[in-house]
């Protein structure tokens, strides 16, 4: 292609928009609103997802060795345990500092009576899971360990959270199938305004012997600039809106602060932003392509 | 590169156009063009007439390339249509102006840029395009009238943008498809004299056309089609009436 056949392609890419500015605003319109959805529901699923994720992370298995274990051996499993892929993090707890854990929570001033520690044998690893729904499989395998006298689980709280998580992916993939549906029906009842409106014109051009690049190249630069903007809107919107509800919820609701940890609009965003240009761009460059191919077999 | 040159070898180089045994049907009703001969030579001057439904118009697509013959053969320009690939097309019809009874002008584009444009397909460079779309435009007789959009122009004047567009990429044939059916008698008379002047300079010219007075007093090349068939074809003929 010629250079200034490139730049005349370029130009008429953009000149279509305005050219077709009702086709062009009902594009974008379409576009933006899926996109909204789209943008709006993975804030909500990615906040979601992090508080389950912190949640998980607080779940501990506890495990108490068999007295008169060694501090070599306590290690070598320690090491053990911390190989597991499910495991994220081991903490070893001493005896003394278990006691000056219990007598903190629950004891106050009157543990001044005890002379020795009454919780000599309770020397304890906490294992942090990255995927709780393997605890079970995890407290088999430590039950299995010699010199483990006792592994200590809260299987409610690990079962609700897998639970919770399963909920969150089939809720996710309900409304993602939903969500596409939507968008499919509006964008083809947009390209079918927009074959209309192209027929004629794509017709002339292909009599007076262009090929079906030369027509096909101003139509897609017009359908990936509809998308660039389309997806760039619902960014903005959500931009802002997203800042204004995170400092709503926290400064209104400061419970929920201490107890919920919400993603920075730069976290969410770092994903959402090239996620969504790309879609919005995807669709205008598809969208156009399936325009205008109908048309050009004449 | 050698098998091109056979494929154009099948066609004398005299002969521009060779229709033999042409056959179309349509999926549904009766055919459209049957057993159709024609030949016609380099820089002649042809009217194809005929009523409604003769079939004048599948003639032209598939001179044009719109539609692909159901049997027999077609040749234009070296090209066999039955057999050219499609991604082949834009460069056949380059050499094939083409010109409408509705005109087919980009209605949101000026006079220039809609001559214009059949320059940026075949990606002349932008020197020379201003150089031949003025050129061009003041054969037809609109060089004031450059900027004006389509629908700022009389049916005649956007008749001529049309056969501007057409023959600034100089073809070797001209297709006018009813090209005064939406003119009225002067205007009519003066796109003929245009295609005249074309003509007179090599270009062969084909004329579809349904006007009677036009076609008898031009005396030239008279092909006519009756149902699908080609009854009649006489140089320096006339218009036949329908029995």
Request: charged share 20%.
């Amino acid at each position: 292609m010629r250079i200034n056949s490139f730049f005349y392609t370029l130009r008429q890419g953009v000149r279509n928009l305005f050219r077709n500015k009702w086709f062009t605003l009902a594009s974008i319109a379409t576009i933006s609103s899926c996109l909204f959805l789209f943008g709006l529901f993975y804030a909500i699923v990615t906040n979601f997802q992090n508080i389950v994720k912190s949640a998980q992370e607080g779940v501990a298995v506890s495990v108490l060795f068999e007295e008169g274990t060694s501090e070599a051996r306590m290690q070598e499993i320690g090491e053990m345990i911390l190989r597991r892929t499910e495991v994220s993090e081991v903490q070893f707890v001493s005896a003394d500092q278990a006691w000056e854990e219990f007598k903190e929570d629950y004891l106050g001033d009157y543990a001044d009576g005890f002379t020795e520690n009454p919780l000599a044998n309770s020397a304890h690893y906490d294992i942090y899971l990255s995927d709780v729904s393997m605890q079970s499989a995890l407290v088999t395998y430590l039950e299995s360990l010699e010199n483990i006298r006792q592994v200590n689980r809260s299987e409610l709280v690990a079962t609700t959270l897998t639970g919770v998580n399963a909920l969150v992916a089939y809720v996710s993939v309900g409304i993602i199938g939903i969500l596409f549906a939507v968008s499919v029906f509006l964008i083809s009842n947009t390209v079918m305004i927009g074959i209309s409106v192209r027929k004629e014109e794509i017709n002339i051009m292909k009599y007076i012997g262009a090929t079906d690049f030369f027509v096909r190249s101003p139509f897609v630069i017009e359908g990936m600039m509809i998308g660039l903007v389309g997806a760039a809107i619902p960014l903005g919107i959500i931009y802002g809106v997203y800042n204004m509800v995170i400092d709503y919820v926290t400064t209104r609701f400061a419970v929920l602060a201490t107890l919920l940890r919400f993603l920075t609009v730069e976290e969410v965003f770092n994903v959402l932003t090239p996620v969504s240009l790309g879609i919005g761009v995807g669709i205008g460059f598809l969208g156009s392509i399936v325009t205008v191919r109908k048309h050009l077999r004449v | 590169m050698a098998a091109k040159k056979r494929k154009r070898s099948t066609v004398s180089e005299k002969e521009i156009i060779n229709l033999t045994n042409v056959c179309k049907a349509y999926s549904t009703g009766a055919p459209a063009l049957k057993d159709v001969n024609l030949r016609i030579n380099r820089g002649e001057f042809v009217f194809i007439v005929g009523d409604s439904g003769s079939g004048k118009s599948t003639l032209i697509k598939l001179l044009l390339r719109e539609l692909t013959i159901t049997s027999g053969s077609i040749n234009v320009m070296g090209y066999d249509l039955s057999r050219i690939r499609h991604r082949k097309i834009p460069k056949f019809r380059r050499n094939l102006g083409v010109v409408f009874q509705d005109f087919r002008l980009l209605k949101d584009r000026n006079v220039y840029e809609n001559v214009a444009f059949a320059q940026r397909i075949i990606q002349k460079s932008n020197k020379e395009i201003k150089k031949n779309v003025p050129s061009i435009l003041a054969i037809v007789g609109l060089a004031g009238k450059y900027k004006a959009k389509p629908k700022q122009l009389s049916g005649g004047e956007q008749q001529r943008v049309a056969l501007a567009r057409a023959l600034v990429n100089k073809p070797t044939v001209l297709l006018a498809d009813e090209p005064t059916g939406n003119l009225d008698p002067k205007n009519s008379w003066e796109i003929m004299k245009l295609l005249e002047q074309i003509n007179e300079n090599g270009t062969t010219v084909i004329v579809v056309t349904h006007n009677r007075e036009i076609v008898n007093a031009m005396q030239k090349r008279v092909v006519t089609l009756k149902k699908g068939v080609i009854v009649s074809d006489e140089e320096k003929g006339g218009y036949i009436d329908e029995d």
